[in-house]
């Protein structure tokens, strides 16, 4: 018979305070840029900011985390 296990303490982990968000902006002559934020709305407004430009195709905000 095997000994029971304890129960683990990953539910009460408070390591993780934030979630992180990356800005990532496509150029039109294919190059990529990415930034990582942990405030969503800087980097909404960073996206926004940057799509501005003439040569920003694309300009997203997506959550890694």
Same mark, same amino acid.
Do not use: C
């Given at each position: 018979?095997?000994?029971? #296990?304890?129960?683990?303490?990953?539910?009460?982990?408070?390591?993780?305070?934030?979630?992180h968000?990356?800005?990532?902006l496509?150029?039109?002559?294919?190059?990529?840029?990415?930034?990582?934020?942990t405030?969503?709305?800087?980097?909404?407004?960073f996206a926004? #900011?940057?799509?501005?430009?003439?040569?920003?195709?694309?300009a #997203?905000v997506i959550?890694?985390?």
């Amino acid at each position: 018979m095997q000994a029971r #296990r304890k129960p683990t303490t990953y539910g009460k982990d408070n390591r993780r305070k934030h979630h992180h968000w990356l800005a990532t902006l496509y150029y039109l002559d294919g190059e990529k840029f990415v930034r990582k934020y942990t405030d969503h709305d800087k980097a909404v407004k960073f996206a926004q #900011r940057q799509k501005k430009s003439p040569v920003v195709k694309l300009a #997203r905000v997506i959550q890694v985390s």
